[in-house]
């Protein structure tokens, strides 16, 4: 049997760096795509093609090791075969393509793991739960190489569409399945992911081991506002991790309250991605000179509101402009990026039956 599955691309509407410190996120589901395409093998060995990156890994189905320093395709394996969902004896012959863009902040790692956690088990007779993939997704990507981040990724790109995403318990609540009017502008900048997610995180523990709180939602913005700098104990840096985690959790608690209702404010919603991108902007200086004028130009073009997603530093920026997104794609254009008009979509899915 040759199965082929697609898994959609990400981008995150509220809650930018808030998945790794246990607080809630808005992220959505997009029409760019990673598919695979392959079948069980006639020996033990695992064949998969990369032709994206002129790439081709193969390894043994038994006794794995990983050679790599993001191994996926062999963790994936690992997880699966560990969980018992699939053989340890058994190969596979595969081939991965993909429309999202890499090193771009639409998660096109977190795509590759939940696709191949997903294609594996169905490929072998064990499907498995939304939630169960997103799980061994998240492990295999991050609790496997010891990485700094979150679920969030894994969840909504399973899930699909638009969702509010928790952590503390684990819940994934749809939110929308429609989201007129987003624009995705990539800037071509490459960037590091996990160095900044590290630094970031480094930073929120620093101040909460200092104020001696377990959580960031304990905190208000009043209680942050007027820290300041300790020599020796509290770097400047590590405030404004904080204060940034802060004001994104109150600004994503408004656009939860708000896209709950049956006609949700736009101009209100593209208010607060605005404050949101200010606050990543500012406190956590994972914005860059070409990202800002790409906001500029879709700002001027006729978005009601945009924000850097991912973790920054590079990648892409998005643009909610319902009704102009041709015009600001085209301004977005004029600023050297490349762009995308994007719809909300199912999470991952099987193509043939």
Known sequence: MILTMKAPGRIVLFGEHQDYLGLPVIPAAVNLYMTITGEKANSSKYHIELPDIKDTQSFFATNIRYKLPRDYLRSGVKVLQENEIIPHGQGVFARITSDIPMQAGLSSSSALCVIWISFLAELFNNPLTPMEITKFA??????????????????????????????????????????PGIVIGNSLEKKDTLTTLETIKSGVRNCLEYLQVTKVRELTINDVKELNPIKGQLDEFSLNTLKSAVINYELTRKAHLELQKST??????GTLMNRHHASLRDHLNVSTPKIEAMIKAAMEAGALGCKITGSGNGGCMIALCPGREEEVSRAIQQEGANTYIVCTVPGVFRVNE
């Open 264 to 269: 949700w404010n736009k101009e209100y919603i």
């Open 138 to 179: 998240h492990q295999a990507e991050v609790l496997e190489f010891n990485e700094p981040g979150g679920m969030q990724d894994h969840m909504v790109i399973t899930h699909g569409y638009v969702n509010f995403e928790e952590f503390d318990p684990i819940r994934c609540t749809q939110l929308l399945t429609e989201l």
